[in-house]
């Protein structure tokens, strides 16, 4: 083995102990904190309890951790039924704190808990969206409602056709109520108006904020935002949970007109929007102490005189729910919540990963599979590829032909490297030949592959989609595992540590290692040994660092590899060049 061999092999071997010391040290900690965490959050109370956004950094005594459903207990409800949602509002506070999504389930087991999206307050994993009024007056300030504040209900109930209208008199000539109105999906709409039975003019401002307690479990991609999202004004403004503790008094402000505020994860968001017409700060903000931290996304308008006698009245809007490409879309449209379909993470690309959902949508729909879908697409990227990849085939079969003379040339030339790469280079002018031609197409396919990614991690409308056989759920990795014997043998080895992460290798991570080292098998192997080396194990490394990722990635990048084997075994047989895959699989294995 040369010493240039070798000290490729120490390098790659140095990159994976890296690579595990980094997992080892940090990023399983890291895992292990969230988990803690959120065993901590769900034992214990939540932080101080808040009061006007204003007020978000006053101290209180927590109160004695209570169940979902003792919290939930804890104040007179108005029910929540809808085609989308079941849940409640609470009275006190006329806060919207209770949602579960009745469309999805937490397992592609369909028998297994449909997702709780909010809950309420002192119960575990505390997340809820409410609004109100606040003033700016010192002297004599009017009585506003507050979280403690009990609200009356005209009904019970509160269904698509069937508005709910809360009423609270604060004693001192102000009487306010809220209509509250929610759609099939998961949008509510609040109307909120004051009427001034006093004598004097009250100041009142409008805000609208969701609250959420404790640092919620990552899904783990890095290409994918979680935590604070909104638009304000014609900006979208995202900020993980990480980076708000960081900004000076872990406070990040914003003004504009219209748009919205909240948090999303990876297939849910709950948001809440003022009158879209309307100038507005909004603020991110994470507050208490301790491991357990309440982040806050809310908006304040520019305040409204209400005259004596005279009414004022502001509406906003509250999403709670699954963040449907179609759905979000057509919020955009109606009520006209800027940028709404923003609430999804298309990424720096999203000019490539929009148009690509689309045509998977509609192949989807076409074909009643996924799965299906994504093998249609990768035909039809081969397709759109196809003038440009005859051309790099071509050139790959024309490399073959002239591979004896550059064996001469080596030959020739010897050790003198210089020599032999003026040579080479003015060969590969004569015979007019391009040798980083056929990379090309595997370079420009990138794009795409990305695109796709990101369709697969960001979309719920790949959330448990099925495939065939034992690919439940195309956005999850493959479930098999080679390692123990494909579920023969009752043991996780992802869970090894060090190497756990690299051992996902399921049969169709298996089936794209094979396809991938079958398609390099088809080009003439490099002259240079590191070259040579360095493609001999880049299946291998491909193969187990990819064996985590969604498994309509990988059965993608397996069918594109087979049409590449089969479109370049076309191409070299009529341009006359010797097919040599059977050839360089002898030598691989050494029968030749």
Known sequence: MKDNTKNMLMAAALSLIFIGLWDYFYAFPEMERQRQAQIEQQRMAKLPKLGAPEQAGAVATPPKPLTRAEALASSPRVSIDTR?????????????????????????????PIITLLSPEHGPEAYYAELGYLTGEIENAP???????????????????????????????LVFKRVVSVDDEYLFTVKDSVENKSGRPVSLYTFQRVTRIGHPPSAGYAALHEGFVGTIGDVSQEVTYDKIEKEPNFTKTFKGVGGWVGFTDKYWGAVVAPEQTTAFEARYVAMGGGAIKTYQADTISEPKVVEPGAMADATSYVFAGAKEVDLLNAYAANPGLKRF?????????????????????????????????ILAVTVIVKLAFLPLANKSYQSIAKMKEIQPKIKELKEKYGDDKHGFNTAQMELYKREKVNPASGCLPV??????????????VVTIEMRHAPFFGWIKDLSAPDPTNVFNLFGLIPWDPTHVIFFGPYLALGLWPLVMGVTMW???????????????????????????TMGSFASGLIIYWSWNNLLSIVQQGVIMKRAGVKFELWDNLRKSFGLA
């Open 518 to 544: 079958l398609q390099m098998k088809m080009n003439p192997e490099p002259t240079d040994e590191i070259q040579k080396t360095m493609f001999a194990w880049m299946p291998v490394m491909f193969t187990f």
């Open 341 to 373: 379909g923003y609430l999804i993470d298309w990424g720096w690309f999203y000019f490539i990963t929009q148009p690509m959902f689309k045509l998977i949508d509609f192949l989807y729909k076409l074909f009643g599979n996924f799965g299906v879908a």
């Open 143 to 173: 009585v506003l409602p507050t979280t403690e504040t009990l609200w009356t209900a005209d009904s019970d109930k509160l269904t698509p056709g069937a508005p709910v209208t809360l009423t609270w008199d604060n004693g001192q000539g």
């Open 443 to 456: 370079l420009l396919q990138i794009p795409v592959f990305f695109s796709l990614y990101k369709v697969l």
């Open 84 to 112: 989308s949602i079941s849940g409640s509002i609470a009275l006190k506070g006329g806060r919207i704190d209770d949602v579960s999504l009745k469309h999805y389930h937490q397992t592609v087991d369909p028998s297994s």
